[in-house]
Structure formats: C-alpha cells, structure tokens
C-alpha cells in the first residue's frame, strides 16, 4: 500500500492520529518498532497503545473536571482510544481505568484490520526529508531519532530530562501575604508574587524537605545524573542548612512592603502562560511525593489554600520546545511536512497524548484534502490544551503539563469554585458543537 501520511510510533497518540487519518480516507504507514526487534526500558510487549505506567484515564466527570471533559471532547470526534477504553473499563468509581492487556489488544486489532493502514514494525533513526509525517514517539524516543530531532529543532530546544516545578493557580494565592516585585524592582515589578518567611518558618520548611518521603528514580533512569539546572530542591537542601537562601529562595534585594526589610527567604512564583491563570514556583523541581508536596508547599506563608495544577517531579523525558517550534496546526516550523504529537510535544497524560495525537491526524486529513481545520476553540479542553503546547505556555519555562482549567480562558464575574468548573464545561460543550457543526459529516464513527 502506497501511504500518505507516515506516522513514527505507535504508543498512544499514533494509534489515535492513524485512526483519524484512516477514517478520513487516508492511507497511513504505521511505524513502530516493539515488535520489529527494538524495545524501550519500559514497554513489556509489543501491542499499540501499550499502558506503561498506570492503567487510570483518571476523572471521567464531565461536569466537573478538565480531564473529563476532554473525555467527552474526545469521544465526539471518533476517538480510537475513548472507544476502546469504555469497552475494557474496570470498576474505578468516577474515574475511568482500563484492562490493559484488552485495551492494548482492541486498538492494536481495530488498526491491524483497518483497510487504509499498514503496520509496519521498524525503528525508524531520522526524520523524513520530505513527505507528511507525524512523530509521535513518546518520551523514550530512541536516541538515533532524538539527535535526528534535535538536528532539526537545535539541541536548545529538545530536553531528556523533565525538572518540573510545581504549578499554583493564581486565584488560590493569598495576596494580603504575599506581593508582587522584581528583585531590586528590575523590570517589570510585576513579574513574580514574592511569598515572604521567617527564620523559624524557612528552618521548619528546610527540615520538611530533608525528612519529607521522596519518590525513586525508574530503573531506566538511575543512571541519569542530576545536573545543576535541574537539581531537586530537597538535594539543595541537603547542602546545608543555607543553601536554598542563596539560591531560589534568596531574600535579597525583595522589601516585603509590610515591614519594609528583606524577609529571610523566599518563595518566588513567576507567570507561566499568558493567561495569567497559573504561576510557576521557581526553582522547586522535586522529586518528593505528591501528597507530601501537598502538605509541605502549603506551610509557605501565602499559599496555605494553594490548589495546585501540577506538583513537581524529577524524571526522564524526551520533549521539543512546543510553543517555539510548532505552529499551531502541531507543524514544525521549519519543516512544516512534519507535525508532532503525543507526549514527545510536552502534553503529560494518556488521555492527553491521545487527544494531540487525535489532533495531529485530523490537522493532517484536512491538509491532505485540500481544506482548513481551524483549531478548536479555546474554550474547549482540546483547544485549550492546544493552545497551551502551541503557543500559550512560557517558551522559557516550558514543561511536560496535563489539561486543567487554568489552562483555559478566566469565566468572568466572581462564583463559587464548585459552580465555577461547571461554568467552565457548560461554556466548553456549547463551543465545541459550534466548531463541530461544518464538519460533522467529516467525523469518524467511534470504533
């Protein structure tokens, strides 16, 4: 079978943009190189779709919650993936998990018989020079292929190794506490919100990293030594007890307006989309648990009800500088015959991987029919996950992020949190239909 669009890997965004492409009418090459001879450190067989880590899509509400609602998004438009997990759900309360085994073996099968894919198990070492592609290889992408990728994206822009911090929505943020300034007020003096400590609060904090339960390195990444750039904060505190205070927690040159001195540390956050919704604690990558992380980062004067949209977490990754690189049909810039999707773009998640990948493939049907797609809208969790990886994250900043709702545009006028997330889904469907509404003859059936 000639192809016409070559999608690279077939974890769970390849399998998702092959089956849009080839409901579509369009003839795909699927790559994937388990299966052929090759492995990763943490695939065990050589099904598509494999579930690696966790066999949890997690909240399928809805009404309630970001991820949930790109559930639904996502089973509107045909999704491979959707349809297969609700077939081989196991009982998991609101959330949804899967039988790993029968959901690996259902989208592989589903694939394997469709009439305009050809799977194909190969290791695939460079990026094609010409002809419609897709990468979609994950965050174990083989090395031959990552320098591949870094030769077209620059080395600057391609990370092996994620050093997340934690992420804390702005309107949890205590301001009576904490301020806003630039050190030595540079710049703009709005640039960070300053979180001030005492001597006592910074000592009781420095103790809770040190004894505070850690997470352990996979045994893929043992071996994979830190580097300053991305130290774990509880490693900096082992330093010494002082350490932090002339590193990202140093006070000097930060006057809380309060007393008019400099406090004897700070927590800095820094803006990290352009919303404004979220704030980025600098410096805090981690490696400690999430509930422990919960616990210890709401001691910070300031945050006590901080709700947070991503925790920290140290490991190893292979990622592109989305919002840099790609344009925001998912294309590289520089090479606009190839696009990107899945967890290699720094979406972080199953459902997330899938739901790029499910982009990626319609993007590209749409492309090889000769029309536009727009991208959905940003009030939707598609377009605002979208949106984010393309365009709305801090380059300067990026890392890996799941959907959430900061991700999406503010709802005007104040209300209460629980009636605020429905506002946010309510606001997501009624702007989904009306993108999907041109294009319904266009959507694939559910599997």
């Known amino acids: 079978m000639t192809h016409q669009v070559h999608i690279i890997g077939g974890g769970l965004a390849g399998s998702e943009a092959a089956w849009q492409l080839a409901e579509a009418g369009t003839k795909v090459r699927l790559s994937e190189m388990r299966g052929g001879g090759d492995t990763t450190p943490a695939h065990q067989g050589d099904a598509l779709a494999e579930l690696v880590c966790?066999?949890?899509?997690?909240?399928?509400?809805?009404?309630?919650?970001?991820?949930?609602?790109?559930?639904?998004?996502?089973?509107?438009?045909?999704?491979?993936i959707m349809a297969a997990a609700d077939v081989h759900r196991v009982p998991a309360g609101s959330a949804l998990a899967v039988d790993r085994e029968g959901f690996a073996a259902a989208v592989t099968a589903r694939l394997a018989a469709h009439p305009n894919v050809e799977l194909v198990r190969e290791r695939v070492d460079?990026?094609?020079?010409?002809?419609?592609?897709?990468?979609?290889?994950g965050p174990l992408t083989a090395m031959t292929l990552a320098e591949s990728i870094g030769a077209a994206t620059g080395t600057d822009a391609l990370a092996f190794f994620d050093a997340i911090a934690p992420i804390v929505h702005r309107d949890s943020i205590d301001m009576d506490v904490c301020w806003m300034a630039s050190r030595w007020d540079k710049g703009d003096t709005h640039d960070y919100i300053n979180c001030p400590m005492t001597k006592e609060q910074y000592l009781a904090f420095h103790r809770g990293l040190i004894e505070g339960e850690k997470t352990e390195f996979k045994a893929w990444e043992k071996d994979t030594p830190y580097f300053e750039g991305c130290m774990p904060i509880e490693v900096m505190a082992e330093r010494g007890v002082d350490t932090l205070r002339y590193g990202p927690m140093k006070p000097v040159g930060l006057d809380d307006p309060r007393t008019g001195r400099w406090p004897h540390a700070v927590v800095q956050l820094r803006q990290d989309n352009a919303l404004g919704t979220l704030w980025n604690m600098v410096g805090f990558q981690t490696k400690l648990k999430h509930a422990e992380q919960v616990r210890l980062f709401r001691t910070i004067p300031g945050l006590e009800k901080a709700e947070f949209a991503r925790l920290g977490g140290l490991h190893r990754n292979t990622f592109i500088n989305s919002p840099m690189l790609l344009d925001r049909e998912l294309r590289l810039r520089k090479a606009p015959h190839i696009r990107f999707a899945g967890q290699i773009t720094g979406c972080e998640g199953y459902v997330e991987s899938a739901a790029v990948g499910l982009l990626a493939g319609r993007f590209a049907a749409a492309e090889r029919a000769g029309r536009a797609l727009a991208p959905?809208?940003?009030?939707?969790?598609?377009?605002?996950?979208?949106?984010?990886?393309t365009g709305g994250a801090d380059a300067a900043s990026y890392q890996p992020m799941n959907v959430n709702f900061g991700l999406f545009p503010p709802i005007a006028g104040k209300s209460r949190k629980a009636d605020?997330?429905?506002?946010?889904?309510?606001?997501?469907?009624?702007?989904?239909?009306e993108w999907l509404a041109p294009q319904a003859r266009l959507i694939p059936s559910p599997a």
């Open 54 to 80: 966790s066999n949890s899509f997690r909240s399928d509400d809805a009404d309630h919650n970001a991820v949930g609602l790109l559930h639904a998004e996502m089973r509107a438009l045909g999704s491979l």
């Open 126 to 137: 460079a990026l094609p020079a010409s002809g419609a592609t897709i990468v979609a290889t």
């Open 420 to 433: 605020r997330k429905a506002l946010y889904t309510g606001r997501a469907r009624a702007a989904l239909a």
């Open 376 to 389: 959905p809208p940003a009030e939707t969790a598609l377009g605002a996950l979208l949106g984010h990886i």
